[in-house]
């Protein structure tokens, strides 16, 4: 069984998704203990800003007539789709910044989509496979809160990976994740701890399921 694992946070040692991504990828490989693993880090290696509109421009003209730097967004658009496209299962660590998506996840789903085998409307080729989605916020958006509604990212991640990947997505989301951080947070520290340890207790869950569901369908 294969694994594929996308990380997104800046924040590398001090990141809340990566911990919990590492609880649902423990409980997975405990699950699965001759599974590989293939990692994507999006901060350590993230995904030239150019380079979607490389590989846009490289499809409408002939290989012969491509740049070198088509080429190279081409081919990096190739290795993107061979990781995802391996991959039994699925595991996404992914935030909320400044209200929204990821930039390196955006320019990641970007590049990988001029990809034919994932272009929209072909069929979804990671369809029905499982995928244990962690989401992280760093303050709260539920109702009633001030930032009630500020939340554009989540549903973004659901409609991407879910509904149109068609992943089985099992989703953790952790909230006040920088209550620690900032002191005028400081009485959201019980909730924000609260949060935390729902994520990592459904992470470890989904990490579960997935290797279950992955080792079902293979």
């Known amino acids: 069984m294969i694994l594929f694992r996308l990380d997104a946070s800046i924040r590398e040692g001090m990141s809340v998704s990566r911990k919990v991504a590492d609880t649902a990828q423990a409980a997975w490989q405990q699950a699965e203990p001759g599974g590989r693993v293939i990692h994507r880090d999006l901060f350590q290696t993230p995904v030239p800003a150019d380079a979607w509109a490389l590989a846009v421009s490289a ?65 979804p080729l990671a369809a029905g496979r499982p995928a244990a989605l962690v989401i992280t916020r760093g303050g709260g958006y539920g109702e009633g809160t001030p930032r009630a509604g500020w939340d554009h990212a989540t549903p973004w991640y659901r409609r991407m ?58």
């Open 59 to 123: 499809g409408a003209v002939p290989e012969e007539r491509r740049t070198d730097a088509q080429r190279r967004a081409v081919a990096l658009a190739a290795e993107l789709a061979d990781e995802v496209a391996a991959a039994d299962a699925y595991l996404l660590a992914v935030p909320l910044y400044n209200y929204g998506v990821s930039q390196h996840v955006k320019t990641w789903l970007d590049l990988l989509f001029t990809d034919p085998r994932f272009a929209p409307g072909n069929p």
């Open 161 to 218: 990976f879910g509904d149109l990947m068609g992943m089985d997505l099992h989703v953790s989301e952790v909230e006040l994740t920088l209550a620690e951080v900032h002191e005028a947070m400081a009485p959201l520290r019980p909730l924000a701890a609260e949060s935390l340890r729902a994520g990592h207790e459904s992470a470890e869950k989904n990490g579960r399921i997935i290797a279950e569901r992955a080792a079902s369908a293979a």
